[in-house]
């Protein structure tokens, strides 16, 4: 079956700090992948998504590349800001409409 | 605007009184799901629906029900709560395959 994992947090930076969020997937087919961020308190919201391979996702400053040679879509930032703080979800959908979600990873940036 | 609405987002009860969480979309979206989140086990399908009378078990479904008599409503059911389901609970629609979810903001719910 399908599968997604990311890195375990937390994740702890300094403001203006480089960011890297991994994340893996095992998958049958061409699936689709997204990123979605989960503010305190808040619902999850799709931060960005790539539907096929090679396309880059952006959106916030924010950029994952779909990798289909190493099956992964890791999420970048060049310089996060305390706002940035939240919770960081990878996730696939497979072609069917049961999406399958990462663990989770939880950014802290100090100011 | 497009939203899904959850409701109540707080609510604390004790073991055994039934309940219900309340999800409603606005966006015409035939699948609908529910999910639980949990600290160091990220999110859990619980149920979800293809369409209306249309409702399958997710991962984690012992100890919940769902209908589907509408399209926009998605109702989780607790018959008889356990201190065990106490969570942070998540419905969500997604308009077509391979797109996105639309989330609610959540209810945490305390069972005493």
């Known amino acids: 079956g399908n599968s997604v994992t990311q890195m375990e947090g937390p994740v702890t930076l300094s403001e203006e700090a480089f960011l890297t969020i991994n994340c893996t997937y095992t998958?049958?087919?061409?699936?689709?992948l997204f990123w979605y961020v989960q503010y305190p308190g808040e619902g999850l919201q799709l931060l960005l998504k790539a539907t096929k391979a090679d396309d880059k996702g952006s959106n916030k400053g924010f950029e994952a590349t779909y990798r289909k040679e190493t099956t992964s879509f890791h999420l970048e930032k060049g310089s996060v800001q305390v706002s940035d703080s939240a919770v960081y979800f990878c996730a696939l959908s497979g072609g069917s409409y049961i999406p399958t979600f990462g663990r989770g990873t939880s950014l802290i940036v100090h100011p | 605007e497009a939203q899904v609405t959850q409701n109540p987002r707080y609510l604390i009860t004790v073991t055994g009184k039934k309940l219900t969480v309340t999800c409603s979309q606005n966006m015409n979206h035939e699948y609908m799901s529910w999910y639980r989140q949990d600290p160091g086990l990220g999110l859990r399908q619980i149920y979800y629906s293809m369409n209306v009378e249309v409702t399958d078990k997710g991962d984690v479904p012992e100890g919940y029900k769902v209908s589907r008599k509408e399209k926009r409503n998605f109702p989780l059911i607790l018959e008889s709560p356990s201190p065990n389901q106490t969570s942070l609970y998540f419905c969500a629609s997604q308009g077509g395959v391979n797109e996105k979810l639309f989330f609610g903001s959540g209810t945490q719910l305390s069972v005493l």
């Open positions: 998958a049958t087919g061409y699936p689709s």
